[in-house]
């Protein structure tokens, strides 16, 4: 699923609609709306890391969730949730703004 869908939802509705009819199965999801719509259209949806997932509770709501890279490996060994995945080396994606505040503030062609 993309990082955000900022209006987009009926054309991402529709091509996970394609997606269904060739066969797939299984969704990254980044958020709980994600999520949910996965569910609603019979994929098994599985629990990005961007949903930041910090406790056993949320991580057994999640099918396979991705813990939060933010815990500790202490706090990470405490969740009590069956297959979870960690993030332990990477370069992960900044913050998601919809739109640019260089632009809003003085312009792209300064």
Do not use: H, W
């Not at 993309?2 to 209006?7: A, I, V």
């Not at 609609?17 to 719509?37: Q, S, T």
């Amino acid at each position: 699923m993309p990082r955000g869908s900022f209006g987009y939802e009926s054309k991402i509705k529709n091509r996970l609609a394609e997606l269904k009819e060739i066969g797939v199965e299984n969704i990254l999801c980044p958020d709980l709306g994600a999520y949910r719509l996965a569910e609603e259209m019979g994929f098994k949806a599985f629990g990005d890391f961007r949903l930041n997932i910090f406790n056993s509770a949320t991580a057994n709501m999640i099918n396979s969730p991705i813990l939060s890279f933010e815990l500790t490996l202490a706090q990470e060994n405490s969740i009590n949730a069956d297959d979870t995945g960690l993030i332990v080396y990477g370069f992960l994606p900044l913050m998601l703004m919809r739109n640019c505040p260089v632009k809003n503030d003085i312009g792209c062609d300064k």
